[in-house]
């Protein structure tokens, strides 16, 4: 669901001042709120300008830690189709304003992804497994990463908990459940 779309006139497109980006802050949490449960949301940020540090706070770190402190309502938020031009820089700014938060998010590319805040090296090599194979069990990512099934397990709940990943709880044949981590897109 594209959450630009549905702020309409709302819509702000320099994100530097907190004052004028607090409207727009709220109605996009009234839109995410209010939407059915297992909702994914791509912000598209094409009509973004010019951001900043206290865009970034007021817009997407509120909003993901949102979602993270609501793990329940199981929604999540992904960016798409970030400038490439050098003045509209914004995969830089985004990851400045992240860098002092423990706030992660994904930017979804042509080929792929872009994580922009910081994760660490494992856990990075945890979601290039989740993304390229789009749906993985935890004893699927212990296999391909030589890591004991305990570690593998808790490293996907960790990005589950990020709002990096989905997660679904599946019945298996044999009896029993288990749960898929999937790719957000």
Request: hydrophobic share 40%; net charge negative; glycine share 6%.
């Amino acid at each position: 669901m594209d959450l630009l779309a549905l702020l309409g006139s709302t819509v702000v497109s320099d994100w530097l001042h907190r004052p004028t980006l607090r409207p727009m802050r709220d109605k996009l949490m009234k839109e995410i709120i209010e939407a059915p449960k297992g909702t994914i949301f791509k912000l598209e940020m094409t009509p973004i300008e010019l951001l900043n540090s206290s865009g970034v706070d007021e817009i997407l770190v509120k909003t993901m830690l949102w979602l993270r402190e609501n793990k329940d309502q199981e929604k999540f938020l992904y960016l798409q189709n970030l400038s490439s031009e050098e003045e509209y820089d914004h995969a830089y700014n985004i990851g400045k304003g992240l860098s002092e938060t423990d706030v992660s998010i994904l930017v979804r590319e042509e080929n792929g992804y872009q994580l922009l805040g910081s994760l660490g090296t494992k856990l990075v090599e945890v979601l290039d497994i989740v993304y390229k194979h789009k749906s993985v069990t935890a004893r699927e990512v212990a296999e391909q990463l030589d890591k004991k099934l305990n570690l593998a397990s808790t490293q996907l709940s960790d990005l589950y908990s990020m709002r990096l990943i989905e997660r679904v709880e599946e019945l298996m044949p044999e009896g029993g459940r288990q749960f898929v981590y999937k790719s957000l897109f």
